[in-house]
């Protein structure tokens, strides 16, 4: 299977297809959302890149398209919009990150490396004493990547299970952008304060439209997150 590449921006195309290929990735190239998703109805990709402005419409719309014929498969947003609400709304739509332009190529193999592994990869037995946690009605199940609150799904993405899991390992516990950055994206020196923002949102909205509280997942002014069990 290969990488599909939403990117109509010719010499960041070609950036995005090498980085990949250097890191031993098979890639397909489009420049638009009818030809992204007409690839995708002949061949599942592996994972997908999408930018978010093109000529004939939305990388979001296209996710929430790929999302519905894939729910399992990895989606990064990687483009000049980089405000607060971009990202959210790139999750929102389905994403599983979020990377601005400019990027770092190294900073884009790490992070199709984490979302491959996210969705595909299982845990090493000793990584954790535990996949499951039941916290007050909150379960979470990090080997199926699901979460229920009082039985009902959160349709939570795989990296929103994660982060979640982070903070319910820690109850009551201030913990920071750094810890959860490298915890979740497993290398270091990257404190995206955005991001985690755009995830925690998009992780207390579902709680409350599964019936939770929202101010569950605590933020933590100038430190992080923390999480409160009801």
């Known amino acids: 299977m290969a990488i599909l590449v939403l990117e109509d921006d010719d010499d960041y195309a070609e950036i995005i297809a090498h980085t990949l290929r250097r890191g031993g990735h098979d890639v397909v190239?489009?420049?638009?959302?009818?030809?992204?998703?007409?690839?995708?109805?002949?061949?599942?990709?592996?994972?997908?890149?999408?930018?978010?402005?093109l000529p004939d419409g939305s990388g979001l719309e296209a996710c929430m398209k790929l999302r519905e014929?894939?729910?399992?498969?990895p989606i990064?947003?990687?483009?000049?919009?980089?405000r607060s609400a971009d990202?959210?709304?790139?999750?929102?739509a389905?994403?599983?990150?979020?990377?601005?332009?400019?990027f770092s190529p190294s900073e884009l193999l790490a992070r199709m490396r984490a979302v491959l592994r996210r969705a595909g990869a299982e845990v090493a037995p000793d990584a954790r004493p535990s996949q499951r946690i039941d916290s007050n009605g909150l379960e979470l199940d990090l080997t199926n990547q699901t979460?229920?609150?009082?039985g009902a799904s959160l349709n939570l993405t795989p990296l929103e299970v994660e982060i979640l899991w982070q903070l319910v390992r820690y109850p009551?516990?201030?913990?920071?952008?750094?810890?959860?950055?490298?915890?979740?994206?497993?290398?270091?020196?990257?404190?995206?304060?955005?991001?985690?923002?755009?995830h925690v949102s998009s992780i207390r909205r579902k709680l409350r439209d599964a019936g939770g509280l929202e101010d569950m997942v605590r933020t933590v002014h100038g430190v992080g997150y923390s999480f409160t069990p009801v």
């Not at 990202?87 to 929102?92: A, E, I, K, L, P």
């Open 147 to 150: 979460a229920t609150y009082q």
């Open 94 to 102: 389905g994403g599983d990150d979020y990377l601005a332009k400019p």
């Open 87 to 92: 990202v959210v709304s790139g999750f929102d």
């Open 172 to 198: 009551g516990q201030a913990l920071s952008h750094a810890f959860l950055t490298e915890q979740i994206w497993g290398y270091k020196n990257v404190n995206d304060a955005t991001l985690l923002k755009g």
């Open 69 to 73: 014929s894939f729910p399992k498969l």
């Open 29 to 53: 190239v489009t420049n638009t959302v009818s030809a992204a998703l007409n690839f995708a109805r002949h061949r599942q990709p592996s994972a997908a890149v999408l930018d978010v402005m």
């Open 76 to 82: 990064l947003f990687l483009s000049s919009l980089d």
